[in-house]
T-cell receptor, first 113, second 112 residues
Framework: DQQVKQNSPSLSVQEGRISILNCDYTNSMFDYFLWYKKYPAEGPTFLISISSIKDKNEDGRFTVFLNKSAKHLSLHIVPSQPGDSAVYFCAARGGGSQGNLIFGKGTKLSVKP | EAQVTQNPRYLITVTGKKLTVTCSQNMNHEYMSWYRQDPGLGLRQIYYSMNVEVTDKGDVPEGYKVSRKEKRNFPLILESPSPNQTSLYFC???????????FGPGTRLTVT
């Protein structure tokens, strides 16, 4: 049973417009959420995170929103740039000390010039 | 430069031939982990280690072993590889179990 779901395998956006990537989760014990970006032939790199006690976190062009009642988070990229084209993974961390991350399947974002 | 390194980057082997994929980090991180990435399945955790001599199973540990004898190294061992272990493997580390993880560049393994 998937605990972290990214239901859109791919997304195509025009340069300069907003990209919205969505992620749903089922486990209400998750206390921390992260977004990673992955280019081909490279490892995932951390992008932005949010604690479950917040509903928004912003870092430059990237904003993550968390709706705990809906168990939903989204990543907004404004404005989108061709260099943002990559696979984006949503990850959630369970409570406790282990810190295990559970990843979604990823969404491939293509930003067209 | 702070980094996680993995070796080899690419490996083709045959069923049953034992292999080890090395992982090393230079950030003095306590937490290290191994993931595999498969098409349509995302990243799944194989094993993790909270500190030296402390390891535990992740979501897909079958067919794998790990060891953590030193803080910087966390090798992944496949005692008898099988074709279903053909995958892209990533090692990751973080300061502590609850921190953001830094990933290595990946090891693409093919078992024939």
């Amino acid at each position: 049973d998937q605990q972290v779901k990214q239901n859109s395998p791919s997304l195509s956006v025009q340069e300069g417009r907003i990209s919205i990537l969505n992620c749903d989760y089922t486990n209400s014990m998750f206390d921390y959420f992260l977004w990673y970006k992955k280019y081909p032939a490279e490892g995932p790199t951390f992008l932005i995170s949010i604690s479950s006690i917040k509903d928004k976190n912003e870092d430059g062009r990237f904003t993550v929103f968390l709706n705990k009642s809906a168990k939903h988070l989204s990543l907004h990229i404004v404005p989108s740039q061709p260099g943002d084209s990559a696979v984006y993974f949503c990850a959630a961390r369970g409570g406790g000390s282990q810190g295990n991350l559970i990843f979604g399947k990823g969404t491939k974002l293509s930003v067209k010039p | 430069e702070a980094q996680v390194t993995q070796n080899p980057r690419y490996l083709i082997t045959v069923t049953g031939k034992k292999l080890t994929v090395t992982c090393s980090q230079n950030m003095n991180h306590e937490y290290m982990s191994w993931y595999r990435q498969d098409p349509g399945l995302g990243l799944r955790q194989i094993y993790y280690s909270m500190n030296v001599e402390v390891t535990d199973k992740g979501d897909v540990p079958e067919g794998y072993k790990v060891s953590r004898k030193e803080k910087r190294n966390f090798p992944l061992i496949l005692e008898s590889p099988s074709p279903n272990q053909t995958s892209l493997y990533f090692c990751a580390s973080s300061f502590e179990g609850r921190g953001r993880q830094y990933f290595g560049p990946g090891t693409r393994l093919t078992v024939t």
